[in-house]
């Protein structure tokens, strides 16, 4: 009886070991961490950088890396960075690079192209989608399934490429 009674205590300690090494996916909390905060003077930006800014200008985000399943069984994520703008201008829209990894192919040029206006932040409405089957963008996929399933953002830089004053 002691026996199986032990037998029992190991086996649910296992399975309860194993689900909580299971749960270490990538959550949308993560993401927060990750954001760009850039100094606008005069239309221009003069300064950005991935530490904590006082009063930035720009603060650029990484709130939607998500993987789907796609109608016909393909594996995807979305992928989309949002704009912060407290430049004292409309914005047009801004291009943001997003690097997965060291390697060339594992580099997403994110277009956020909607008005964004003063004091607002841009949406994830439209996002990028990187494909399992494309082979171009297959070296970013698997970059972004290991990203997820290790749930391990610390590979993960953004820049800002290109930002788009409105004009007045």
Request: glycine letters at 4%; a negative charge; one cysteine or more.
């Amino acid at each position: 009886m002691l026996k199986y009674r032990i037998c029992n205590f190991f086996l649910i300690f296992s399975l309860i070991a194993s689900n909580a090494i299971a749960n270490s996916y990538l959550r949308p909390e993560f993401l927060k961490v990750i954001k760009y905060e850039c100094l606008v003077q005069e239309k221009s930006v003069v300064f950005c950088t991935d530490q904590d800014i006082t009063d930035p200008h720009l603060i650029i985000r990484l709130p939607l890396l998500e993987p789907i399943v796609l109608s016909n069984g393909v594996h995807a994520f979305r992928v989309m960075a949002t704009l912060e703008n407290n430049t004292g201008h409309n914005l047009s829209g801004a291009s943001v690079r997003v690097v997965f990894g060291e390697n060339t192919g594992q580099v997403l040029d994110v277009l956020i192209s909607e008005k964004i206006i003063y004091r607002g932040t841009s949406t994830t409405n439209k996002s990028h989608l990187i494909r399992s089957d494309v082979p171009i963008t297959f070296p970013l996929y698997e970059r972004l399934n290991e990203i997820y399933l290790n749930a391990d953002i610390s590979g993960i830089k953004i820049s800002l490429n290109e930002l788009i004053f409105e004009d007045t």
